[in-house]
């Protein structure tokens, strides 16, 4: 990091900021808050006063649906809670080994990579909800004994094998940002080709790809309600439901906020953990 | 210099923003509907969405028995039946009710149109629709119904050797693992009236809840009487009714949907009650639904 002393990059900003205003902050930061309110104020307007505007509000925006529906929805959405745990805990094994798999050098070793890129080609091509249709109704049909049929369950599989797929890409990026001097660094010391992978690689690796690991799970726990398609009754399913029993669609507005509410702390923790990696990084520089 | 630009134009677009819209908003309220006669109900007098013709809109698959006419104009694929054939319940009664109304059968067009759009807010593609849409509250607060054309009970199918085949009252049902499809009463009745043990599991379509069934996801599946006998015995399968029962609230009354104060209802709901009265409704049921009798009872 290759700062000039004295001169701090939120100074730099600053001084800039007032070259245009050319006053001090306190002006800006009132005329900000002005305009924020005229602009937000036209929006709501225009929207209240749209010919469609009643009947909109009826139908989305009825606060007597949430109340007759809110409670159900939420009892289902545990069902998407309880899905994405799993999965996501089933995926971050997985899709390291699969991206592993594909680190492996050498000529002896070229069907496992191989194996490795066509699956991630494969499962990040075919759309999601066609695999959850597929594995769902499908591999039930087959009636094989001691195969489960439940659709929970293979809508959790059709789940992990589409976000391994983006995964096993993440933690690939990530081994293959390490420099390579580090695995001739570790294996000089005396390791083996795996205790390199095992002990330097994988971990530099992987603390360094955690933020868009984070942001597949945040895809991921809202795909989750893909898994309605061959069955199960979750949030947003329990909200489709509602919506033709009441002819209403404020219900889907009760599902998306909880998936609202809980993938928002997620993206802050990512935030978070991206701030705590920056300071670490460059702790004692500068 | 750009700030004094700006600022004013900030204020032009509050004023737009206020006096766009409230002009044209609300101004349908003119006059209450108009009693029917048969002076007012003419194809020159009612307001149709394209003067002179009366648009019907109905999904795609649109299924037997309520329309048998086979694959034709967009209603194409296996489950298909082109509603422009005049073949079955549902084709039948809507010809009957334009009849009423003074159409003839070419100014008569028909309208894809997926049940959830059917009563999505906005203006309509349709004049009226019809897809064995029941009539409930608080479903009436969105869209208006005609007077019932059918009351329909609803059904429990599953396979010919399944432990729930003999089931002879409702109770029996409570330990099966029950399915229906997505925005159906069924759903709704499987829920109220049977209140399995297990959760009961939804699907987009009758195909996919068919398949389900097959598969042994589900032991039962609850789909109204008519879909029920049409699923079991028409389709070649290993299925059979349990039985059929009143569904929550009685039987369901299906109604033609339309438009939230269309001026179309009060000379719909006066054809459909002259279908009634001379016997012509009961006649089309007769002839297309007539097989559906016999199916034990359950209570």
Partial sequence: MALRPGRRPDAAVASRSSRILGRGAGRSAAIALASTVVVFTAITLIVVNSPGWPEFKASFLNWDEVKVWFPDIARHFWVNVKLFMVCEAVILVFALGIAILRSLPGPVLFPFRLMAIVYTDLFRGVPTILVVVMLGLGVPSLQLSGVPTSELFWGGVALILVYS????????????????????AARSLGLSRLQALRFVIVPQAVRRVIPPLLNDFIGLQKDTALVAIIGPVEAFRQADIAQAADFNFTPYLCAAALFVLITIPLARFTDWLVARDRRRQFAGQG | MRRMVIAPLLVALLAV?????????????????PSASAATCTPE?????????????TSNPAFSPYFTGGPGHEWKGQFNNDPYADKGFENTVAYGVAEKL?????????????FGKSFAPGPKDFDLYLAQVTDKSPRDQRVDFSVPYYQANQAIVVKKDSQYAHATSLADLKGATLGAEVST?????????????????????????????ENGQIDGLAVDFPTAYYIAYVEPGGLAIAGQFSGAGGEDQWGLVMEKGSPLKTCVDRALNEMK???ELAELEQKWLSDLADAPTLQ
């Fill in chain 2, 102 to 114: 003074g159409y003839t059968p070419d100014q008569v067009t028909w309208q894809v149109t997926p």
């Fill in chain 2, 277 to 279: 009265s001379s016997g």
């Fill in chain 2, 17 to 33: 923003a206020s006096a766009c819209g409230s002009s044209t908003a609300n101004d349908s309220s003119a006059g209450s509907a």
């Fill in chain 2, 185 to 213: 009463t069924s759903y709704q009745a499987i829920q109220d009236v049977i209140q399995p043990d297990n959760e009961a599991k939804v699907y987009n379509s009758t195909s996919q809840a068919t398949q389900a069934l």
């Fill in chain 1, 165 to 184: 797929a983006y995964v096993a890409e993440v933690y690939r990026a990530g081994i293959e940002s390490v420099h390579p001097s580090q695995e001739a």
């Fill in chain 2, 45 to 57: 007098k009612l307001q149709t969405l394209s003067p002179g013709k009366l648009t019907i809109g």
